[in-house]
């Protein structure tokens, strides 16, 4: 008895802890821009590209520091005793001192500039490494956003399509009825009932895929953003439409043109490209290395003799003060290649070909971003007039539908045409849900086209 009060008792307890736990490890209900969040957040390619963000802008860093110059500020505190130590200058007769401090605090700057301004060439090409790395994190984003939107509005269209399954269903039910009556008052004949029923079940079946579809649809949009199957969410009741921009086609070009990642990075690559074609002659040019520094120094242990007024030492004081000290210093290492087997001639075309490819690039980039903002608006455009005629179907096969089966009540229509009628509006109130996503998704590919969107500001309109 003991024992199954026991296992009562951890029963309970497991009932309501593992609810708990569910609800820890499952996010909140999420709108279409947390969905997106979530997804950028849990992407392992976004996480890759962030990375490699991070990696270059580390070598710009870097490169930095190699190609312009530094200033350090330092601090040193030098001790040193000894016994009986010659040190390196007893050959000279110079006696080393048994105890020895100094305390330097200095500020200093060094620069090398390297033949032809190579480390310029070398951080012009680290800027065009993070323009593309940011160019591959700012595509991955765009693509996360994308199928993320698609995958909402997959619910969002199914769900609606439900409602008008459910409606199809109430249409069909109501239709059965009619038969019915009429076949007990002897106006109609039992096929009349038969079609009905046929047509009823149909639209049970079909209600029901739906159904399961919502449901289908639902867990792979939670598994394309890498969160549990049991996420929720939080659906529009109503499929938006947002508007079009008001701005005309070539300034869409135009901001476009200036925003775009892809053309920023070959952009880079141009110049990356023209630089290092200019550096071609650096062999020709000297490396000049410079140094500055100013600071303090001051030694406690350092002595100065004292000489008589015929110059013998007849005793030694401590040296006082702190006197301030400044030093500069400039290299110069001149190199001129006598033989190099070729090497600078194929060197200078190659820099000559990796220029003519990189302006190539740009054009094409530009090209590119141009027709990917014209397609978008034009495809935009085209959705929008296309959602107008939808409604108009929709509304006019729901009507159609209503007065068709006003008339199959009064005799004046017989049921199969009742059934056609209420399949084309069906059809027509299915074509106005895909419409309305289909102009959704092709607003958000504008906004992606244009640049100055990132994967969340691109849906944050969209509830």
């Keep these: 008895m003991h024992r199954t009060r026991l296992s009562a008792a951890a029963a309970f307890i497991a009932a309501a802890a593992f609810p708990a736990l569910a609800s820890a490890q499952t996010p909140p209900p999420m709108t279409l821009g947390d969905a997106v969040a979530y997804a950028l957040n849990h992407s392992s390619t976004v996480a890759q590209k962030v990375a490699a963000v991070a990696q270059a802008y580390n070598a710009l860093g870097k490169q ?3 190609s312009l110059p530094t200033v ?5 505190s030098y001790l040193a005793k000894n016994s009986n130590y010659g040190g390196a200058y007893a050959i000279i007769g110079a006696q080393q001192q048994q105890q020895f401090s100094q305390n330097t605090a200095q500020i200093g700057t060094q620069y090398t500039l390297q033949t032809g301004g190579l480390g310029l060439i070398q951080l012009t090409t680290a800027r065009a490494q993070v323009a593309q790395a940011q160019q591959d994190l700012a595509n991955a984003e765009d693509q996360v956003a994308t199928t993320v939107t698609d995958a909402f509005y997959s619910v969002v269209q199914k769900q609606a399509i439900v409602v008008v399954d459910s409606s199809d269903l109430a249409y069909q039910n109501v239709l059965v009825s009619d038969a019915k009556a009429k076949e007990r008052a002897g106006v109609a004949a039992g096929v009349d009932v038969l079609k009905a029923r046929v047509a009823q079940a149909k639209s049970n079946s079909t209600l029901v895929g739906a159904q399961t579809d919502v449901v289908n649809a639902r867990e792979t949009l939670a598994q394309s953003i890498g969160a549990p199957l049991e996420t929720r969410f939080i659906f529009p009741a109503q499929i938006q439409s947002p508007p079009l921009p008001s701005q005309p086609l070539a300034k869409l070009e135009s ?11 070959a952009g880079e690559a141009l110049a990356a490209a023209r630089e290092t074609r200019k550096g071609f002659s650096r062999e020709l040019f000297p490396s000049v290395q410079l140094g500055a520094a100013f600071g303090n120094q ?4 350092n002595v100065q003799y004292i000489f008589n007024s015929s110059g013998q030492p007849i005793g030694i004081a401590p040296r006082v003060g702190s006197p301030g000290f400044w030093s500069l210093s400039a290299v110069s290492t001149f190199t001129l290649p006598l033989m190099d087997y070729g090497a600078r001639h194929f060197e200078m075309k190659n820099d000559d070909a990796q220029v003519v490819a990189a302006q190539a690039t740009v054009d094409q980039t530009a090209g590119q971003v141009r027709l990917d903002v014209r397609e978008s608006f034009r495809s935009a455009q085209t ?62 590919k504008l906004r992606v086209s244009l640049g100055i969107y990132d994967a969340r500001s691109a849906v944050a309109d969209l509830r």
């Design 298 to 301: 001051f030694s406690p242990t």
């Design 64 to 66: 930095r520091i190699a």
């Design 255 to 265: 901001i476009a043109l200036a925003a775009r990642p892809d053309l920023k990075s």
């Design 72 to 76: 350090n500020g330092s601090l040193q």
């Design 383 to 444: 959705a929008l007039v296309q959602l107008g005629y939808a409604n108009d179907e929709s509304r006019l096969g729901t009507e159609s539908a209503r007065i068709a089966q006003l008339q199959y009540q009064h005799g004046l229509i017989a049921l199969s045409d009742v059934l056609q009628t209420q399949q084309q509006s069906v059809v027509a109130q299915s074509d106005l849900v895909n419409a309305k996503v289909a102009y959704v998704d092709a607003i958000v």
